[in-house]
């Protein structure tokens, strides 16, 4: 178990360009989710995935943001256009099906988006 | 939606002080609670969780009771050390599957 991973861990990127960013859950984990943290906050919500199903997203999740999980394995993050405002960690998480175990959240440990 | 409050930090504390870590939700229905921790330039992690009220989670030291009829989940360690310096993270996970995390309570623990 080589917990959730994600790429890059750090990207500093002009304002407009576009992003992605990478997660790979746990492997067995059938659900996935991203958050997004902004410095001295807890995280927020931003999307969440049932296998390549994407069955929940917040009003934080901009038409400029796109999430994908097209094999229900790893999942990519898109951010067209970036705005000063979307500098933030990004994380990751994912956790086991239902009747595997608690279904808690494990974290990956983050890709971290500064725009200039 | 659900909330979670949490006291703001920085808590300073000397090594083997008491620490309490106040935390208060609303949510609907059932809700989950849980304790999250984030070391200085690592990821989230899950310290403890209780399930149903009165409920006690505890891991590493660290104890938190799921108190309904206050809403509370306050988070205790009765000997601190400095490796427990740190963010401490209250979180809830009520309906569906998101947690809704509070804004966090830096800790530093000096020697």
């Known amino acids: 178990d080589t917990g959730v991973s994600q790429d890059p861990r750090h990207k500093i990127t002009k304002r407009g360009q576009n992003v992605t960013f990478r997660c790979d859950p746990i492997?067995?984990?059938?659900?996935l989710y991203w958050y997004r943290q902004t410095l001295g906050q807890g995280p927020e919500f931003l999307t969440y995935?049932?296998?390549?199903?994407?069955?929940?997203k917040s009003r934080l999740l901009s038409d400029r943001f796109s999430a994908e999980r097209p094999k229900g394995s790893f999942s990519t993050l898109e951010i067209q256009r970036t705005e000063q405002g979307d500098s933030a960690m990004y994380l990751c998480?994912?956790?086991?099906?239902?009747?595997?175990?608690?279904?808690?959240?494990?974290f990956g440990p983050g890709t971290r988006l500064t725009v200039t | 939606g659900n909330s979670v409050t949490q006291m703001e930090g920085p808590v300073t504390l000397s090594e083997e002080a008491f620490l309490t870590i106040n935390c208060t939700y609303t949510?609907?229905?059932?809700?989950?609670l849980f304790w999250y921790v984030q070391y200085p330039g690592e990821g989230l992690q899950l310290l403890l969780k209780?399930?149903?009220?009165?409920d006690k989670g505890s891991n590493k030291g660290f104890e938190a009771t799921y108190r309904k009829e206050t809403t509370s989940f306050h988070l205790e360690k009765g000997s601190v050390q400095v490796s427990d310096s740190a963010v401490y993270f209250c979180?809830?996970?009520?309906?569906?599957?998101?947690?809704?995390f509070g804004g966090g309570t830096r800790v530093l623990v000096k020697p």
């Open positions: 998480a994912s956790s086991p099906p239902p009747g595997q175990g608690f279904n808690e959240q494990y």
């Open positions: 492997s067995e984990h059938n659900r």
């Open positions: 995935f049932q296998n390549e199903a994407q069955l929940e």
């Open positions: 949510a609907t229905g059932y809700p989950s």
């Open positions: 209780a399930t149903k009220a009165d």
């Open positions: 979180a809830v996970k009520a309906a569906g599957n998101k947690l809704t």
